[in-house]
């Protein structure tokens, strides 16, 4: 409720509250030598309705300012639906087979709209833009950043297919168009589907996981996240998805709503087991009773064998024993 609105609104219980008062008074036979009854209403016709008067008028402007915040909130949750209906196109509604890949994602939103944007772009030659976001905040401000950055991401792509180069631009921008106090964290990986080699930007976002064998390739942060310095620096990381291998991409909203005390190993001893390497298997390690924030979970699996002698010999960012 508005400022003005409240203030009418303590006047209305103000009027109320004073011809309790009065009748209080008069139902109690205070002595008039008292300096309270100074401020009573004279006993009395005139003015028994005076205070009905008062009482009838903080009725209606109470209940009037009730109805307009109704109807107001009534609007505000219309725009909510719409708005969520509007989210949900942008975010991939059937996503593209790849060829030897096989892609699942799930995104739950902590409120009606949600600050997380995920995206797969299918580039030429045969490659694969993978986009995920995490904007600070929840609810609508964070909900119309993140589709201003859906839609940096569409526009950049066509021109740049460079994750370094898309990196720097978005943060630019952001820098100048969002406010102070606004930012966000992203990852961009970029699939060549042939050989399984990504290159990837991190900007401070929670580092997606290569498994394959047994072994754990964490793409760790490569810049600061985005919209807080328009001259941040970005570097470029690489690695590769083996065949069989998985690449498993999520924002923080995940691990917080993992029980456990090292909720990142679970996510590890899930993506160990080949039969429990689905989004299911991750979505059901989630506690609704600890998820306070957005969640996406992006999973990528390499499905063909390719020949060893194609694969480009890369030095991972991380590698830790699974």
Same mark, same amino acid.
């Given at each position: 409720m508005s400022k003005p609105k409240r203030r009418i609104t303590w006047v209305g219980i103000f009027l109320q509250g004073y011809t309790f008062y009065c009748v209080l008074m008069w139902v109690l036979g205070v002595p008039k030598a008292l300096l309270g009854y100074m401020l009573v209403l004279p006993k009395g016709l005139p003015g028994y309705l005076v205070a009905w008067l008062l009482y009838v008028i903080g009725w209606y402007?109470?209940?009037?300012?009730?109805? /307009?915040?109704?109807?107001?909130?009534?609007?505000?949750?219309? $725009?909510?639906?719409?708005?969520q209906q509007i989210q949900q196109t942008l975010h991939p509604q059937k996503l593209e087979e790849l060829p030897g890949y096989k892609v699942e994602t799930f995104y739950k939103p902590f409120r009606e709209v949600g600050g997380d944007y995920f995206d797969v772009i299918d580039l030429p030659n045969n490659r694969t833009l993978f986009a995920l976001a995490d904007v600070s905040g929840k609810g609508m401000p964070a909900a119309l950043l993140a589709a201003n950055i859906q839609a940096l991401v569409r526009s950049i792509a066509n021109i740049e297919q460079d994750p370094l180069a898309l990196a720097r631009q978005i943060n630019k921008h952001l820098s100048r168009y969002t406010p102070a106090d606004r930012f966000a964290t992203a990852v961009f990986i970029l699939l060549h589907r042939d050989s399984g080699e990504l290159t990837f930007v991190n900007a401070g976002h $929670? /580092?997606?996981?290569?498994?394959? /064998?047994?072994s754990t390739t964490l793409l760790h942060s490569t810049g600061i996240p985005l919209?807080?310095?328009? $001259?941040?620096?970005?570097?470029?990381? /690489?690695?590769?998805?083996?065949?069989?291998?998985?690449?498993?991409?999520?924002? $923080?909203g995940l691990i917080d709503s993992i029980p456990a005390e090292n909720p990142t190993q679970r996510l590890r001893d899930a993506l160990a087991d080949d039969s429990r390497r689905t989004i299911g298997t991750i979505e059901s390690l989630v506690d609704p009773k600890l998820n306070k924030d957005d969640v996406t979970i992006l999973l990528l699996k390499r499905t063909a064998a390719s020949d060893p002698g194609t694969l480009p010999r890369l030095e991972s960012p991380s590698h830790e024993p699974g």
């Open positions: 402007v109470i209940n009037g300012m009730l109805a /307009s915040e109704f109807v107001r909130k009534t609007q505000l949750e219309a $725009d909510q639906i719409a708005a $929670d /580092s997606p996981i290569v498994f394959c /064998s047994g919209g807080l310095f328009a $001259d941040a620096e970005y570097k470029m990381g /690489s690695a590769v998805i083996p065949p069989n291998g998985v690449l498993l991409l999520f924002t $923080d």
